[in-house]
């Protein structure tokens, strides 16, 4: 049961463009969502995260947008740039696990085109 | 660098033996995780640790597996006869505070099981 679902394989996008990535999950009692981005032989780097009270949050190049009606979120980076290739994960937590175990998605190869 | 670190990087070896890898977290980091990731997936909850108590397991975690954390510093994840479904990375993360708290992953061991 795959409860956190990221449908694209893969993407590929000119550099200076927007890139987006999204993320589907079943689970309604998700509450904490959280981008990770993982390089070759490398463990995942957190990127940014939302929490379900929030619809929206901002970190430099990187927004992620939450729509929980719709159980969707996704990751918009702009511009994009040859070092954001990389796997994208999504990862979502309940409180019935006092938000500690995450639920990934199966990720998201986001290529650059310079 | 005072990151998340793991020991060692790669592991090979034959069915039937016992594997031990190494997690050091953050410093000033309480909880500590692991998880396993296999080709094609995201990375799957094992186990994690609040100081040195083991306060959930997966039940991906069979009998052939379990982790310490004796001190409430340092984790060791061991796996006994070794299976070659058990090829996989392993992957360690740590975090400061319960609940919505970012989790920072270390690079990681792949094991490879001939």
């Known amino acids: 049961d795959q409860q956190v679902k990221q449908n694209s394989p893969s993407l590929s996008v000119q550099e200076g463009r927007i890139s987006i990535l999204n993320c589907d999950y079943t689970?309604?009692?998700?509450?904490?969502f959280l981008w990770y981005k993982k390089y070759p032989a490398e463990g995942p780097t957190f990127l940014i995260s939302i929490s379900s009270i929030k619809d929206k949050n901002e970190d430099g190049r990187f927004t992620v947008f939450l729509n929980k009606s719709a159980k969707h979120l996704s990751l918009h980076i702009v511009p994009s740039q040859p070092g954001d290739s990389a796997v994208y994960f999504c990862a979502a937590s309940s409180p019935n696990f006092g938000n500690e175990k995450l639920t990934f998605g199966t990720g998201t190869r986001l290529t650059i085109i310079p | 660098d005072t990151g998340v670190s793991q020991d060692p990087r790669h592991k090979i070896t034959k069915r039937g033996q016992n594997v031990t890898f190494r997690c050091d977290p953050i410093?000033?980091?309480?909880?500590l995780y692991w998880y396993r990731q296999t080709l094609g997936q995201g990375p799957e909850f094992l186990t994690y640790?609040?100081?040195?108590?083991?306060?959930?397991k997966s039940r991906l975690l069979s009998d052939r597996f379990s982790a310490e954390r004796p001190k409430g510093s340092f984790s060791t994840l061991e796996i006994q006869r070794t299976e070659q479904g058990d090829s996989a990375m392993y992957l360690c993360a740590s975090s400061s505070r319960q609940g919505m708290e970012t989790q920072y992953f270390g690079p990681g061991t792949r094991l490879l099981v001939l």
């Open positions: 640790f609040q100081n040195e108590a083991q306060l959930e």
């Open positions: 689970n309604s009692m998700f509450d904490y």
């Open positions: 410093s000033e980091h309480n909880r």
